[in-house]
């Protein structure tokens, strides 16, 4: 298990609370329990917002709950819950240390509108933070009656925590088609906060998506549930409309770092349902030019919020990277030149790497409309504002399309014997699951961000030593960039 610090580091780079970032953590060995048991692993389809976030792409939406679609009807029974359930919970505490106890874990089955069987659970678990009192508890949704219309695929978990194993996790999600049309359903149906959130940024990742099977999978969806395939008109005109605008920032304010206004979401709903109607996509703004600088065309920005601290930038990257995907202006605390600190409004647009090794952040200045450039290393802080604006430039501080992590072989499953007799941890848990980690046999690797050069250390240090550059000459660098672990 991660320490303290590391969560308490990682909310500040995010700007949320640590209580918040601790779930998100856990949610990540919740996943890979999950997807190593060989009840699960084939049988429990991962889908909802917070498979959006984990294995799609970044949406900055930090979730509390867990939903699946079973395929084995047999499987929402509660005596073959609460056992799976309780083996899970003992592989994941001996692989990263996390407590899940029984104590507070709770279950209830019940029949849904269709007469058909579904489940809710709370599973508590005691993290790195160790509050004291009622553990916290992450929400399961579990439901066989859903129409699953596309195969499942492999995808890869989003776990930017120093404890993920070097082939991290993976889980079987609903492909992004599905996603995208499970979504509008749930929008059509219940107009609910977080749902218009994650339609609009799905919207924004749809580049290469099926727009055809998306319609299909809809219709197929909305006819399941017994209602109308949703179109503009009828979100505006649904009685459930005033509570979606009153409930917008009660129900996501605590998710995100700063809360975009409604209107500026609800306002791109006509461009959503413009691209189902097939009508011809609006151009695409072209990428901010680079200036004067030469830009290193093989680096690119981490796709997912990642711990910029670990890699020795203390800017905070992940607020303005955020604001980004969500079309808010940043109040940018800079150091110019002259060493003169002053504030400006800036819309975010890309995050680029010279071939000097400078990080720059490449916007455009709100006031006048000029293009500028900042230099990471003297960004010394960052506010969201509320201040949105409409992209005149390509926004590549997130990705633009969706993010299909690549397809995986299937790995061996966990041996049965782990399930069929737990065993209480009398050790240190080892992290990574599916491996052990022999101490002292873990290695960082860091790469100079002057000259290139890659150095191993069994310390997690990003100050690097003296060093040569590859033509011979001293290098002016000691910083260095965490690039992977080695076991």
Request: with cysteine; net charge positive.
């Given at each position: ?88 919970a003992q592989r994941i505490y001996e692989e990263s240390g996390i407590e899940l106890p029984e104590a507070a874990r709770a279950l209830e089955i019940y029949v849904n509108p269709r007469g ?372």
């Open positions: 298990m991660i320490d303290r610090q590391e969560i308490l580091e990682f909310a500040g780079e995010v700007g949320l609370d640590p209580n918040v970032v601790e779930k998100d953590y856990v949610l990540g060995w919740m996943l890979a329990g999950i997807s190593q048991h060989p009840r699960t692993r084939d049988t429990w389809l991962f889908k909802g917002g917070t498979c959006l976030k984990k294995c799609y792409f970044e949406t900055y939406r930090f979730s509390e709950d867990l939903d699946f679609t079973l395929l084995e009807a047999s499987q929402v029974e509660e005596d073959f819950l609460r056992a799976t359930l309780a083996e899970i058909r069987n579904s489940a809710q659970g709370r599973v508590g678990y005691r993290g790195p933070l160790q509050r004291q009192g009622d553990p916290p508890r992450i929400r399961l949704d579990l439901t066989n009656d859903e129409r699953v219309v596309r195969a499942g695929e492999r995808k890869r978990v989003h776990h930017p925590y120093s404890d993920e194993p070097a082939d991290g996790f993976h889980i079987l999600a609903y492909c992004f088609e599905e996603v995208f049309a499970e979504k509008l359903r749930a929008l059509a149906e219940r107009e609910r906060p977080r749902d218009l959130y994650d339609v609009i940024h799905l919207h924004r990742h749809e580049i290469g998506a099926d727009r055809a099977a998306m319609v299909e999978i809809l219709r197929a969806k909305c006819e399941f549930k017994g209602i109308a395939v949703p179109t503009l008109e009828s979100l505006r005109a649904s009685p459930q409309h005033g509570a979606l605008r009153a409930d917008w920032e009660q129900m996501l304010a605590h998710q995100l770092p700063q809360l975009p206004p409604f209107d500026s979401f609800w306002n791109e709903l006509p461009g959503v349902f413009a691209w189902l109607q097939q009508q011809p996509a609006k151009p695409q703004p072209p990428a901010i030019g680079p200036g004067r600088h030469e830009i290193d065309p093989i680096w690119r920005a981490p796709a997912m919020a990642s711990s910029w601290r670990m890699q020795g930038i203390t800017a905070p990257l992940e607020i303005i990277r955020f604001a980004a995907a969500n079309r808010l202006c940043v109040e940018l605390e800079y150091q110019d030149e002259g060493g003169r600190i002053g504030t400006r409004t800036i819309e975010p647009y890309s995050l680029r790497r010279t071939k000097a090794g400078d990080l720059l952040l490449y916007a455009v200045r709100s006031e006048d409309g000029q293009d500028r450039s900042y230099r990471v290393d003297r960004i010394r802080g960052a506010r969201a504002t509320q201040r949105t604006f409409a992209p005149r430039y390509a926004v590549e501080l997130s990705a633009t399309g969706p993010i299909h992590a690549p397809d995986t072989a299937r790995s061996a499953p966990m041996r049965s014997a782990a399930f069929s007799s737990p065993r209480r941890a009398t050790s240190r848990p080892r992290s990574g699951f599916g491996r052990s980690r022999p101490f002292g046999q873990m290695r960082y690797v860091f790469q100079c961000m002057y000259c290139q050069k890659k150095f191993e250390s069994s310390q997690y240090e990003a100050t690097l030593n003296p060093h040569k550059t590859k033509d011979g000459y001293p290098c002016p660098s000691r910083t260095g960039m965490y690039v992977t672990t080695k076991y």
